[in-house]
């Protein structure tokens, strides 16, 4: 099976198709972990400084199945960045439109939450922040846009609005979990204010693992379906193991940005999260932090049969380890087999590894002083009261 020629039809026309699209992965994380992404602050200069780096990422994730080039523009807002915002947006759609022209992908361009609006300021002040990326995609052309990465339905909504203005096909992602955004409001109840702004598909990315996230999806689906709204869902999870996360997810783990690796999701458990999400009536389906390209490649082999084909990268891999057929070791080529792979419970190789993490979280949010946006960077003095903080939280 081969993937088939480019097709014109947009976003929606696909969706209401019946296609399955397939999103690409987690660009901050892969890109930290390459050396060109600085934790902390998470911000996409690489876009601008490092085009080489950002361009083979996107070619590894058409490679391995996906129809979605997302520009790399996650925080990449004027208040975040001080006024370079514009000029790594226009990079970062030129790199997403090039590589989605070398296959049937379309390019996204997205705006996530802003430290405006966790610092209080009006609702005109943080969508002017949305409107200035949303006339760089405009500019652009891109196919779609993408709300994503919000903690408060409130400030999503404030972005579909603006998204809405451009008469592009919209996307709406909350960063929760079954519990809901950070003031409490319901997946369900989420999902209904999103569309009623305008966008027409809503679903979760980021802060959770993918069955938690399908189970919030499932709780999105079930309100907008009982409000008589329609939309179509999508899923851009964490490549993480997080069942012992609270509301805010994997940010309050105590691995977090830094030891997460053990907790990395196999291929294995993509296959399973693929046909979870399928199954759940998800067709826009994906990953956010700690998504590679071989995990992308695995959600485009689990659903090869609904799509009709696989991706190119499959050629390299055989279907649940068949290649492994050729192994020189016999009990290693005992192994190509699916139930051997769909059954394993793979072990960590750390005998004092704990199987969870007593999570931190301080309850703040929107408005706490804690929060508020600075320009310099955190004082030593402001650290020091942090880190006695930290101490006796635990």
Not at 321 to 349: C, F, I, Q
Request: hydrophobic fraction near 40%.
């Amino acid at each position: 099976m081969m993937a088939p020629a480019g097709s014109k039809k947009n976003i929606l026309q696909r969706l209401d198709a019946g296609e399955i699209i397939i999103g690409d992965g987690g660009f901050v994380f892969a890109l930290e972990k390459r050396g060109y992404v600085k934790a902390g602050p998470w911000t996409p200069e690489a876009a601008a400084e490092h085009r080489e780096a950002v361009r083979q990422l996107h070619r590894e994730f058409l490679r391995a199945g996906s129809n979605v080039m997302q520009a790399f523009t996650f925080y990449a807002s004027d208040d975040k960045l001080e006024n370079r915002g514009n000029q790594i947006n226009l990079a970062a759609c030129d790199l997403a439109r090039e590589v989605a022209n070398e296959g049937d992908a379309m390019v996204a361009g997205g705006v996530s939450q802003t430290p405006s609006y966790l610092s209080c300021k009006s609702e005109n002040e943080v969508k002017a922040i949305f409107k200035k990326q949303t006339d760089v995609f405009v500019q652009k052309d891109v196919d779609f846009l993408i709300a994503e990465y919000f903690e408060h339905v409130e400030e999503a909504e404030w972005a579909v609005q603006v998204l809405k203005t451009t008469n592009k096909p919209v996307a709406a992602t909350l960063c929760i979990g079954p519990e809901g955004d950070l003031n409490g409001v319901s997946p369900g109840e989420c999902a209904v204010r999103l569309v009623k702004a305008g966008a027409q598909i809503v679903g979760v990315n980021s802060h959770f693992d993918p069955m938690t996230c399908v189970k919030t999806v499932k709780m999105m689906k079930e309100a907008v379906t009982k409000a008589r709204l329609k939309a179509h869902f999508m899923i851009q999870p964490l490549a993480y193991h997080t069942p012992d996360c609270n509301r805010q997810g994997f940010i309050d783990l105590p691995e977090f940005p830094f030891s997460l690796e053990p907790r990395t999701l196999t291929r294995w458990d993509m296959h399973r999260y693929a046909r979870e999400a399928y199954n759940a009536g998800i067709r826009y389906i994906g990953g956010c932090c700690g998504f590679e390209p071989y995990h992308i490649r695995a959600l485009s082999e689990e659903l090869a049969p609904e799509r009709g084909f696989l991706p190119a990268a499959s050629e390299k891999h055989g279907n649940w380890g068949s290649g492994l057929e050729m192994h020189t070791k016999p009990w290693v080529r005992a192994r190509a087999r699916r139930d051997y792979w769909e059954n394993l419970k793979p072990a960590s190789g750390q005998p004092l590894c704990p199987s969870m993490s007593t999570p931190d979280g301080w309850g703040i949010t929107k408005g706490h002083v804690d929060l508020m946006q600075q320009k310099e960077a955190t004082s030593q003095l402001q650290l020091k009261a942090l880190f006695e903080k930290a101490k006796s939280s635990h």
